[in-house]
C-alpha cells in the first residue's frame, strides 16, 4: 500500500506586507529583495497562531478531499513555531476539524519538515499501520524574527498547508533523507521561555543564519537527493512532471534546476507570494497546484525540502 493523496488545503492569514513595507522597518528596498530572492511580499500573522493556521488548512483538505474526519486515523504536523511546546499542534488540529480516532504528533526539521512528515506517514501506511493520514506543515515565522535584521526578517512569512494520504495500491513511492548536524551553527533559533520575551535586547533568542552558507549547501545538496532518489526509482530526469521544492530562495531554485539541466518551468514557485514560510512552503504550493488543475493522475512529483539540522529530504509520488 502507498498513501495517495486525496484532499489538500492551505491558509494563510490576510494581513500582508510587502517590500515597501519592509523598507519602512529596515534599511532595504523592494529591487534588492526581488533580485536577490524573488520575494515581493509575505502575509504576516496578526492574531492567528501555528496551530490555528493548521487548522484551517486542514479543514480546507477535509472539505476538498469530501472524507469524513473521523476516519483519519493519524495527524503529522511538522513545525518549528508553534505556539505551545505541548500540547503539541497536532492535537489542537485534531480538535479543530473533529478527527476523533487520530493520533497526533509534532515533527521539527525545521524548513524540512514537511517533507519529512510525509515520508514518515508514508511509511506508516506501508507498514500497515495507518490508513489514512494528515500531513500539515504550518509556521509563524514571524515570531521567531529580529525585525530589524534585515539579513533574515525580509525571508520569510507565515501560512500552512496540509495533505491527506490514504492507503492505495499504486506505484511505490521512493524517498531519501539526510542530516548534518555539524553544520546546525548554520541556521539556529534557540527555545524562547518568557524571560526572552519580556526582555527586548535578547537577540540570542532569535533566528541567525548563515545566508551564503544555506545557500551553497541548498544548491549542492537538492539535485544531489533528487539524483538519489532517482537512481533508486530507475527513472530519469525527465520522468519527472514537476520538481516541488521548498520556497526558499528563487535564486536557490533555478541554480538547483540549472544543475540539473532541467527547464525551470518544471520547479513551480510561489514564494513572490507569501515568501519563505517553513514547513508550510510545500504543502501550500501543492495546494496551489491542485487547486490550479496543474496536476492530474499518473504524474510523477518530486518534492525536496531543506533547512536548519542542517536537514534535506525528498520523496517521489505519483499523483
Ligand atoms: N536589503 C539590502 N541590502 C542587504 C539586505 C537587505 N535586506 N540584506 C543584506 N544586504 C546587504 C549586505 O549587508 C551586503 O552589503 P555589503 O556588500 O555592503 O556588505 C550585501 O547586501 C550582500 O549581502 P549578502 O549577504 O552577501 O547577500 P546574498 O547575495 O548572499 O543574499 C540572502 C543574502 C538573500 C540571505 C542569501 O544568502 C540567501 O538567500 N541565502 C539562502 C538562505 C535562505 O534562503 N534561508 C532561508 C531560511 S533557510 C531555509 O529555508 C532552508
Redesign the pocket.
Known amino acids: 500500500m502507498v498513501g495517495k493523496i486525496c484532499g489538500t488545503g492551505s491558509y494563510v492569514p490576510p494581513h500582508v506586507m510587502d517590500n515597501d513595507d519592509l523598507a519602512r522597518i529596515?534599511?532595504?528596498?523592494d529591487e534588492?529583495?526581488r533580485e536577490?530572492?524573488g520575494i515581493g511580499k509575505r502575509h504576516i500573522a496578526e492574531d492567528e497562531t501555528t496551530s490555528y493556521m493548521a487548522g484551517q488548512a486542514a479543514l480546507r483538505a477535509v472539505s476538498q478531499s469530501g472524507i469524513d474526519p473521523e476516519e483519519i486515523d493519524m495527524i503529522l504536523v511538522a513545525t518549528s513555531s508553534s505556539e505551545t511546546v505541548f500540547p503539541c499542534a497536532a492535537c489542537e488540529v485534531q480538535r479543530i476539524i473533529g478527527a476523533v480516532h487520530a493520533v497526533g504528533y509534532d515533527l521539527n526539521a525545521?524548513?524540512t519538515g514537511f517533507v519529512l512528515a510525509f515520508n514518515t506517514a508514508q511509511a506508516y501506511i506501508s507498514a500497515g499501520f495507518c490508513k489514512t493520514v494528515m500531513v500539515i506543515g504550518a509556521d509563524s515565522m514571524s515570531n521567531l524574527l529580529d525585525w530589524t535584521d534585515?539579513?533574515?526578517c525580509?525571508?520569510?512569512g507565515d501560512g500552512a498547508g496540509a495533505v491527506i494520504l490514504k492507503a492505495a495500491e499504486g506505484e511505490p513511492v521512493y524517498m531519501a533523507a539526510h542530516s548534518d548536524g555539524k553544520k546546525g551553527p548554520a541556521?539556529t533559533q534557540l527555545s524562547r521561555h518568557r524571560k526572552d520575551w519580556e526582555n527586548e535586547q535578547n537577540k540570542e533568542s532569535y533566528l541567525h543564519?548563515d545566508?551564503?552558507g544555506?545557500?551553497k549547501f541548498?544548491v549542492r545538496k537538492v539535485p544531489e537527493i533528487i539524483e538519489e532518489v532517482l537512481e533508486e526509482a530507475e527513472m530519469n530526469l525527465e520522468d519527472i512532471d514537476y520538481f516541488v521544492l521548498?520556497q526558499?530562495?528563487k535564486?536557490?531554485i533555478e541554480a538547483a534546476a540549472k544543475r540539473l539541466k532541467v527547464p525551470i518551468d518544471k520547479f513551480p514557485m510561489n514564494l513572490e507570494e507569501y515568501a519563505?514560510t517553513?514547513a508550510a512552503t510545500v504543502p501550500i504550493l501543492l495546494d496551489e497546484m491542485a487547486r490550479g488543475n496543474m496536476l492530474c493522475e499518473g504524474q510523477k512529483i518530486m518534492l525536496a525540502g531543506?533547512?536548519?539540522g542542517l536537514t534535506w529530504a525528498a520523496c517521489l509520488f505519483e499523483w
Open positions: 529596515v534599511d532595504t528596498n534588492w529583495i536577490r530572492t525545521a524548513c534585515r539579513g533574515t525580509i525571508l520569510f541556521l543564519m545566508g551564503q544555506v545557500f541548498a521548498h526558499a530562495n535564486r536557490i519563505n517553513s531543506f533547512g536548519a
